[in-house]
C-alpha cells in the first residue's frame, strides 16, 4: 500500500487546513487509517484513527473522515495554533483501528504545516 499526504502549507493561528491522503496498491475499505504527527525534536503522536466502517478517535480539535469510493482519508484541522506545527503522517493498518504508532502497517512520507502566531 503506498500513501501520499497533501495539503500541508503555512497558516496563520486560527486557520484552518485540510489534509488528504490517497491510498493505492491495497483495498482501501480493509484498512484502518490514522494520521500522526511529528514536531522538531518530538516523538511522532497519534491525531486521529477512522476504522473501516467510519468510527473514528480524535485527539484534539481536529475531524477524521474517510472516502472509500476515492481511496481517500481526511483531516480537518481549524482553529489551528503555533503547537501543531509538525509534519504530519498518514498510516493504514490492516483490521482494526489501533492509535499506537507500532500498530501500523504502512506510512505516507508526511506532508508539513506550519502555524505562525
Known amino acids: 500500500v503506498q500513501l501520499v499526504e497533501s495539503g500541508g502549507g503555512s497558516v496563520q493561528a486560527g486557520g484552518s487546513l485540510r489534509l488528504s491522503c490517497a491510498a493505492s496498491?491495497?483495498?482501501?475499505?480493509?484498512?484502518?487509517m490514522g494520521w500522526f504527527r511529528q514536531a522538531p525534536g518530538k516523538e511522532r503522536e497519534f491525531v486521529a484513527a477512522?476504522?473501516?466502517s467510519g468510527g473514528t478517535s480524535v485527539k484534539g480539535r481536529f475531524t477524521i473522515s474517510r472516502d472509500n469510493a476515492k481511496n481517500t482519508v481526511y483531516l480537518q484541522m481549524n482553529s489551528l495554533k503555533p503547537e501543531d506545527t509538525a509534519v504530519y503522517y498518514c498510516?493504514?493498518?490492516?483490521?482494526?483501528?489501533?492509535?499506537?504508532?507500532?500498530?501500523?502497517?504502512?506510512w505516507g512520507k508526511g506532508t508539513l504545516v506550519t502555524v505562525s502566531s
Open positions: 498510516a493504514a493498518r490492516l483490521g482494526f483501528v489501533s492509535s499506537e504508532r507500532d500498530a501500523m502497517d504502512y
Open positions: 477512522i476504522n473501516r
Open positions: 496498491g491495497g483495498t482501501f475499505s480493509s484498512y484502518a
